[in-house]
């Protein structure tokens, strides 16, 4: 079965400083991944998403992710982070096991505070 | 961008009335769209996977004649919540799979959700 752990429920961090979001993945076939991030009461936002080539994934506002295909991870990184960047972030991976259905799989999430 | 709308953005109803949320898509075709639970700090719930002109595949666990959903149009899904409950006070998010989009890239695009409070 697939599936996706976010182990820290908060992350805080001091703005200016790096951070990172911790995800890890388990499936049966290839990994499609996704990050999304979530301000309060509001719907989810895209951010990236890695299917295939290079590890290094590029998303938006400043952020990227690395695959990581031996340890199974997709962390989420920003070299400095913003106070506007405090939100719910949700890691995801494609459900295989829903045939075409195209079911994504969500993680707990993982509350960022940035600190002024 | 792709955009997807959802209406009405909060509810407050009476218990045992019926409450009907939409989900449109404003600027592109969803032949395939998501309705999700989530409850407060917890994480999205798939409720149901619905496809534009057949019927909805519903979650396990998921009732499917107390949260009716349909899909008529490419740019509309309907969500109802029929003899809403308490329980049922939640915060419902659609997303939407851009019909053009390669099945397995998952290009899903999602609503601001819909707070439902049932008194």
């Known amino acids: 079965a697939q599936s996706v752990a976010q182990p820290e429920d908060q992350v805080n961090v001091a703005e200016g400083n790096p951070l990172t979001v911790k995800c890890t993945y388990s499936?049966?076939?290839?990994?499609?991944l996704f990050w999304y991030v979530q301000y309060p009461n509001r719907g989810l936002q895209f951010l990236l998403k890695y299917i295939t080539g290079d590890n290094l994934v590029k998303g938006s506002y400043g952020f990227e992710a690395e695959f990581n295909k031996s340890q199974t991870s997709f962390h989420l990184k920003k070299p400095s982070a913003l106070v506007s960047d405090s939100a719910l972030y949700f890691c995801a991976v494609r459900d295989w096991g829903g045939g075409a259905t195209n079911k994504l799989i969500f993680g707990t999430g993982t509350l960022l505070a940035v600190q002024p | 961008g792709a955009v997807v709308s959802q209406h009405p953005s909060w509810v407050i109803c009476k218990s045992g009335t019926s409450v009907k949320i939409e989900c449109r898509s404003l600027?592109?075709?969803?032949?395939?769209m998501f309705w999700y639970r989530q409850f407060p700090k917890q994480s999205l719930m798939l409720m149901a996977t619905?496809?534009?002109?057949?019927?909805?595949?519903?979650e396990q666990g998921v009732e499917k004649d107390k949260f009716l959903i349909n899909h008529a149009s490419l740019t509309l899904s309907t969500l109802t919540v029929t003899s809403a409950h308490p329980e049922d006070s939640s915060f419902y998010i659609c997303?939407?799979?851009?019909?053009?989009?390669?099945?397995?890239?998952?290009?899903?695009?999602f609503g601001p959700g819909t707070r439902l409070t049932v008194l």
């Open positions: 499936v049966s076939g290839n990994p499609y």
């Open positions: 997303s939407a799979r851009d019909g053009l989009s390669p099945v397995d890239y998952n290009e899903q695009f």
């Open positions: 600027d592109f075709q969803a032949t395939t």
């Open positions: 619905s496809n534009e002109g057949s019927k909805a595949t519903y």
